[in-house]
């Protein structure tokens, strides 16, 4: 059973919209991660949160915009997506952001019209 | 720069059979990590092994084992005895020695295993 739990599982949205994908982990980790995944390629990296400080942001445009309310929490605010955003987003935890595991939630599917 | 590269695309082999899945990376850091990771379709990505760059000992889980040789760069995967529930994305990844947050992924290989 997965410790990372993300929600929801699947969001369609229009490009006037604004909505927020939420990421929870309950292993004590210090660390938290946002990726997006096309299909058929790797993940690829957009933020990491290190003790609750943004520590990368991988020129992510700013129609994406994470937050880290506590250690535990993550979300991402979407706003003004383009269609070419539709993607698996994963968010993924570890204990402390350098050389350690990091354990990926289910994911969302995002879809945007 | 560190770069994984794994070759085979697409493996599909009958139920019982074994499979190799091939990984090779490039980096010039002393200290690094290695990953390996399942996707299944429902998208989650399953972590199986983290192997560190000063213990060469293969690994083996069950069905799983992983061969890791400094010497060629490599860090394969084998299924013994696949089952059509190994059928899935496999990613292998490293990370740099106390370096933030980055796992650099392979481009995966689709194994699907039929009945």
């Known amino acids: 059973d997965t410790e990372v739990t993300q929600t929801p599982k699947h969001l369609v949205m229009g490009m006037t919209n604004k909505k927020s994908l939420k990421c929870e982990q309950h292993m004590g980790h210090r660390a938290m991660y946002w990726y997006k995944q096309k299909a058929k390629k790797p993940p690829e990296l957009m933020f990491v949160?290190?003790?609750?400080?943004?520590?990368i942001n991988e020129s992510v445009p700013s129609r994406f915009s994470p937050e880290c309310p506590n250690s535990s929490l993550l979300n991402l605010h979407l706003h003004a997506l383009q269609p070419e955003d539709s993607a698996l987003y994963l968010c993924?935890?570890?204990?402390?952001?350098?050389?350690?595991?990091?354990?990926f939630g289910p994911g969302t599917r995002l879809t945007v019209l | 720069a560190q770069k994984v590269t794994q070759a085979q695309t697409e493996i599909s082999v009958v139920e019982k059979e074994d499979v190799t899945l091939d990984c090779v990376y490039e980096?010039?850091?002393?200290?690094?990590?290695l990953f390996w990771y399942k996707q299944p379709p429902s998208g989650e990505l399953v972590f199986l092994i983290r192997?560190?760059?000063?213990?060469?000992q293969n690994e083996i889980s069950g069905r799983y084992s992983w061969n890791f040789q400094k010497s060629t760069s490599s860090f394969n995967f084998t299924i013994t005895a696949s089952q059509v529930v190994d059928s899935a994305v496999y990613f292998c990844a490293l990370t740099r020695g106390s370096t933030l947050g980055r796992l650099y992924f392979g481009r995966g290989t689709q194994l699907t295993v039929w009945p």
């Open positions: 980096t010039r850091d002393t200290t690094y990590y």
């Open positions: 949160y290190s003790y609750e400080k943004l520590s």
């Open positions: 993924a935890s570890s204990q402390d952001g350098t050389d350690d595991t990091q354990y």
């Open positions: 192997r560190n760059s000063f213990d060469e």
